[in-house]
């Protein structure tokens, strides 16, 4: 997907990890990191910091991702056994970022609060 607009920030970052419920930030290892519960969504990444790494629990989802937009989704060999992809944040398209986001949080999140979001959509 080409993303013409404005390169996306941190601080949108925020505003869409913190827009699910439970998600909270914590400071882990000096940086910004969002998890629901103790499991881990969203870091920035400590190789770059307009880098985020971004939990992509789908497997083929993510091979998908790094061989479709190489521009934006990326892998190191340090993260390449976590289910997780990097994501060059000034290139990345604020709806499917939202969406991985969602996923992610579908995926760790309680079940009950997963539940209580399905019944406000």
């Given at each position: 997907?080409?993303?013409?607009?404005?390169?996306?920030?941190?601080?949108?970052?925020?505003?869409?990890?913190?827009?699910?419920?439970?998600?909270?930030?914590?400071?882990?290892?000096?940086?910004?990191?969002?998890?629901?519960?103790?499991?881990?969504?969203?870091?920035?990444?400590?190789?770059?910091?307009?880098?985020?790494?971004?939990?992509?629990?789908?497997?083929?989802?993510?091979?998908?991702?790094?061989?479709?937009?190489?521009?934006?989704?990326?892998?190191?060999?340090?993260?390449?056994?976590?289910e997780c992809v990097l994501v060059?944040?000034?290139?990345?398209?604020?709806?499917?970022?939202?969406?991985?986001?969602?996923?992610?949080?579908?995926?760790?999140?309680?079940?009950?609060?997963?539940?209580?979001?399905?019944?406000?959509?």
């Amino acid at each position: 997907m080409f993303y013409g607009g404005s390169s996306m920030e941190f601080e949108e970052i925020r505003q869409i990890a913190l827009s699910f419920p439970g998600v909270e930030e914590h400071v882990v290892f000096g940086g910004p990191t969002f998890k629901v519960g103790k499991r881990f969504l969203a870091s920035i990444a400590k190789i770059d910091p307009n880098t985020l790494v971004l939990k992509v629990p789908d497997r083929l989802e993510r091979e998908y991702l790094l061989a479709t937009f190489p521009d934006i989704y990326y892998l190191t060999d340090h993260y390449a056994n976590f289910e997780c992809v990097l994501v060059r944040m000034p290139q990345a398209d604020p709806v499917e970022l939202r969406n991985l986001f969602e996923q992610a949080w579908r995926t760790y999140a309680p079940k009950r609060l997963v539940a209580g979001y399905r019944a406000d959509e």
